[in-house]
């Protein structure tokens, strides 16, 4: 239990002393005196965490990924979108059940996100796509999209329908290989 340190066993005595039913009987100057010191020192248990440069305000870990690309001051709409969740199944999936699949998402194995760009031309459209972020530009919309599943950033494909303005894009999931998610 490599993370356990003084703050973590400070945080449990801290706990432990307000889920204690004996500081009861003290009256109520007591309860205040004694909710006074246990918020201090819940207070210093949570400011003593070790970073691993002191002049971190976060780590890697507390920052979303694609937060780089949130503009507050960027007045585009967001364009409307939706995502479908594919599976390819074959005829031995439906009838025989051969390869166990059913028709939840945890047997899709891509994600087809729709993008509708009225009045946007295919040279204007700007795409950057992360392994959970897809980064849309265009002279008229914005769309910064936190993806529900991790997907190959390298691995997906994107076709722009000039007729209806829109822009399909298609990534592929990236799972563990178990005995679902086989190649």
Known sequence: MEGLGV???QHLQALSSLLSTQHGDEGDEGDEDFVRRTCISVYLASTSREKKNNKDIWSEEEV???????DLADPRPQPEYE?????????E???LGLNRKDPSSMCCEAMLVKIKLPDT???DVVLDVKEKFL????PK?????HLPHPTHSHGGTARFFPESGALEVTLLFKRPMDEINMP
Do not use: C, H, M, N
Request: net charge negative; no cysteine.
């Open 141 to 145: 919309y914005k769309l910064g999209l």
């Open 7 to 9: 703050s973590s066993v």
């Open 121 to 123: 031309e295919a040279t």
């Open 83 to 91: 995502i479908l969740l594919k599976q390819s199944v074959g005829t």
């Open 64 to 70: 979303a990924e694609g937060s780089q690309y949130d």
């Open 93 to 95: 999936d439906l009838f």
């Open 135 to 138: 980064d849309l530009r265009t």
